[in-house]
């Protein structure tokens, strides 16, 4: 620190590559001067200056394909303008396949285009060749074209967009590096002293756009920011080609030859990802260990990494066997474990990560700058960015060991086609539940979320009688008859599942339940031992959460949520609590085991366990006992999200294996049936329960998403007012979340497909699976609310077919709750067929 009196500024962003200029931009153009971009060297030197500059738009999700959309756009924009040119070529795009599997991953591209109004556009190999001329279409089965991708030149950009930022008031300061950053008393002139060795400067928020050094950055405030440098290497040709103004390659892309190609001038530039990777800079303790002078620098070639790529270039582009390779790039890139962006506000308030690039932060660049500018100042993004946000990440991140794993499995398949159901390998086993050694022993096929070992299906339900049902094409890939036995077993007796990832959260104090109201739409103080369904909503009215909230007594109030959604859910409740010390908020998920118990027989498997009697009087729905099962002290909470009556038997970890064998015993003369999560799936679709991050998100309101049920406007709770601003403009052009049923069970969507009605593309699918008790397969989808009338047909886009569906009333499965209010076996009418 500095003897001068510290300098005082609204925000500081570190690190002046594209990310950070960008973000420095779009403050400038929300009409915000008060901030400070601080880049330790010159703009650029990062790895923006090595950057291949490749902008496609279509990716594998909604929002970051909005996000490269809008890059693309405002890449035309600045280069309208001589001094803020970013060297924008608009040549469009080519993607080839050279496998049938990747012929239908292009077709379902092409379908998921239309969504967005992208001129996506199927071509043969011939036309490709013609619009490639140095391609060869050997072995080449087909190709998609998007006339509006395009290169860049990725230092010209920074420089544009710092230039845009200078041009707004933003002070963008050079050779400043940053040392430290230290929090700041509550109260105080800011939150943070960020210490340079230019000066220091005190700030209300800081931005650590600082690329392949975020790491380091985080470090200084505790937040562990999950990247690895990785080596990434591409060649430069010298010219060898004759070309005019006007002759234009596409870019290029052949995943299976894990090859990527553009247009330099007269030469190309060709790269791709090799399946033996190399991290750069990590010291002896597995973290990153950059050089303190790795300023504008690039690492030696490696040769032998490029064979392999080099050798299939040739093949696709046989001049690359004799150019005169001008030049080999080789130039660290942050990677994060799932190869999305690591955005957003960390657990230190006020302080912002926008880095993690994964090699297309040049294509994300505007959009990053953006939704950062959009999350600084109004405390939202303005679009879902859960797959982004740094929050996904838990704990097990802190581990080195565990994200190189990740980080490296995700680069060395970065072009591989990802079928549903694909499970990744690296790092795992690393979290398992207290059956897990049960559930290994009886066959179990384990899946991974967020760290936890899970059972997907038991082998041993295998039955050769349900292949049949199979599933067509991709969805059919990963299938197993066991899941189609398990959904059965539910429905006709009983299943018993392992829930133990669910996150649980305990908030409690005097202030819990006055916090617990205003952050629920739903009223959830109610008394000791109620239940909710509950939304929490943010400013716009947009689904933040969606939970179960259990009142354990008066100041104790249990929120349990999706295995994936802990670390984001924890951390909205966290951020909201108020300064007191009234209210306080923990994580006690590796406290307790959850075992589900469902279906009309649960209740003869469960009763000779416990003295609590389970009587529709003396435990009704909703509502929740402490009691016992077995020798384990439980809660028991009548709940269900498969739509069968049942049970979530909590219970502390240590209880957990000899509770699971004791249910299972007892289940013995009742059909009792170990089952997985993909029965939950098909189960919870055919009851029309939702799911956070696909179904309903943050961009969806309860009205939108059928869940006005759970709103009590009556109340004051966060996100009212915009909720009933929204719901005083819906109109015939309002989204609506309907379920479509299509009459063939063996054709699953995966999500995304395009809906048309009356031969208009309408919506696009969110979630499906198939309907094995309902006879059908089912889809989720926003549509205008115009045409979300049950009975009216609708198409769907399955890998480039489109399949006839009905809008059908929801739930399709016992409509009236009978099932699981009651405890009624006989099989109810199945809602929603007329029609079909």
Not at 168 to 193: C, M, N, Y
Not at 458 to 463: A, F, K, V
Request: hydrophobic share 40%; aromatic share 8%; glycine share 10%.
């Amino acid at each position: 620190m500095t003897d001068n009196k510290p300098e005082r500024t609204r925000i500081v962003v570190i690190g002046g590559g594209v990310g950070g200029t960008s973000i420095a931009y779009h403050l400038a153009q929300r009409g915000v001067s008060d901030v400070v971009l601080v880049e330790r060297s010159e703009l650029t030197s990062g790895s923006t200056f090595h950057s291949a500059g490749l902008v496609g738009q279509l990716r594998g999700s909604v929002t970051l394909t909005r996000m490269m959309m809008y890059s693309a756009e405002l890449y035309r924009t600045l280069a309208l303008d001589a001094e803020t040119h970013p060297g924008w070529v608009e040549c469009g795009g080519l993607r080839l396949a050279s496998t049938p599997e990747r012929m239908e991953e292009l077709e379902r591209q092409v379908g998921w285009a239309e969504t967005f109004g992208l001129q996506l556009e199927y071509v043969s190999a011939e036309r490709a060749q013609a619009l490639f001329p140095l391609m060869s279409p050997d072995g080449v089965l087909g190709a998609t074209f998007l006339p509006t991708d395009g290169y860049l030149d990725p230092s010209q950009l920074a420089y544009a967009l710092a230039k845009g930022a200078r041009r707004g008031g933003i002070d963008v300061r050079e050779h400043t590096r940053v040392v430290s950053i230290q929090p700041l008393p509550v109260g105080g002139t800011g939150k943070f002293l960020v210490v340079t060795d230019k000066g220091d400067l005190v700030a209300d928020q800081v931005v650590n756009a600082a690329g392949m050094y975020a790491a380091e950055v985080g470090r200084m405030v505790g937040v562990r920011v999950p990247v690895i440098p990785m080596s990434h290497q591409y060649v430069v040709t010298a010219p060898f080609r004759d070309v005019s103004s006007d002759d234009r390659l596409p870019t290029l892309r052949d995943p299976d030859l894990l090859v990527y190609y553009r247009e330099d001038g007269a030469g190309l530039v060709m790269g791709g990802y090799e399946r033996h990777s190399e991290a750069f800079a990590l010291g002896s303790s597995g973290f990153d260990a950059i050089p303190q002078d790795f300023n504008g620098r690039l690492l030696p070639e490696v040769w032998q990494r490029l064979e392999e790529i080099f050798e299939n270039s040739v093949r696709r582009v046989p001049a690359m066997a004799d150019a005169e390779v001008r030049k080999v790039i080789n130039g660290p890139e942050a990677f994060t474990p799932d190869n999305e962006f690591c955005l957003g506000e960390a657990n230190v308030p006020g302080f912002f990560v926008a880095a993690g690039f994964c090699a297309h932060g040049i294509a994300g660049a505007g959009g990053v700058g953006m939704v950062m500018a959009n999350w600084l100042l109004d405390s939202d993004p303005g679009m879902d960015l859960w797959e982004m946000d740094i929050r996904r990440f838990g704990a097990q991140y802190r581990s080195a060991s565990y994200t190189r794993q990740r980080v490296t499995e995700n680069y060395e398949t970065y072009y591989d086609v990802k079928y549903p159901g694909h499970e990744r390998k690296a790092g795992r086993p690393l979290k398992t539940a207290a059956a897990y050694p049960w559930h290994k022993e009886h066959g179990a096929s384990f899946g991974e979320k967020s760290g936890w070992e899970r059972v997907n299906y038991y082998l041993s339900n295998e039955q050769r009688s349900e292949e049949p049902l199979r599933p067509r094409g991709w969805a059919g890939k990963h299938w197993s008859t066991a899941i189609a036995v398990e959904h059965r077993a539910t429905r006709q007796a009983a299943g018993l599942f392992d829930e133990s990832s669910f996150s649980k959260i305990e908030v409690s104090g005097s202030g819990a339940p006055a916090l617990i109201e205003w952050l629920c739409a739903n009223r959830v103080v109610r008394g000791n031992g109620c239940i909710t369904y509950t939304q929490m909503l943010n400013e716009r009215g947009g689904i933040e959460a969606d939970v179960t909230v259990t009142q354990i007594d008066d100041e104790v109030f249990l929120v349990v949520t999706g295995t994936a959604f802990g670390t984001h859910d924890l951390s909205w409740i966290s951020n909201h609590t108020p300064v007191d010390g009234s209210v306080t908020v923990r994580d006690v998920t590796d406290a307790f085991v959850v075992f589900g118990l469902w279906g009309p027989r649960s209740r003869d498997v469960l009763q000779p366990l416990t003295p609590q009697s389970l009587s529709n009087d003396d435990l009704p729905f909703m509502r929740m006992r402490e009691t016992s099962v077995a020798a384990a002290p439980v809660r028991l909470l009548r709940v269900t999200f498969v739509g069968e009556l049942g049970w979530e038997v909590h219970a502390p970890v240590e209880y957990g294996l000899g509770l699971w064998q004791a249910i299972w015993e007892s289940g013995a003369e009742h059909g009792l049936t170990a089952c997985g999560y993909k029965a939950i799936d098909s189960l919870r679709a055919e009851k029309g329960y939702r799911y956070w991050a696909s179904d309903i998100t943050p961009d969806q309101t309860p009205d939108d998403a059928g869940l006005a049920f759970c709103v009590k406007t009556e109340k004051s709770f966060l996100g009212r007012e915009s909720l009933l601003r929204l719901r005083g403009q819906r109109d015939s052009d309002s989204p609506e979340l309907v379920c479509l049923s299509i009459t063939d069970t063996r054709q699953v969507v995966l999500g995304n497909e395009p809906v048309r009605v009356a031969g208009a593309v309408v919506g696009r699918v969110t979630t499906g699976a198939q309907g094995f008790s309902v006879g059908t397969s089912i889809a989720f989808a926003y549509v205008p609310s115009r045409v979300a009338d049950p009975g009216t047909r609708a198409e769907v886009l399955v890998f480039g077919q489109w399949v006839d569906a009905v809008i059908s009333s929801a739930p399709l499965w016992d409509p009236d709750n009978r099932r699981i209010r009651d405890g009624v076996v006989s099989r109810p009418t199945i809602s929603g067929r007329k029609g079909a």
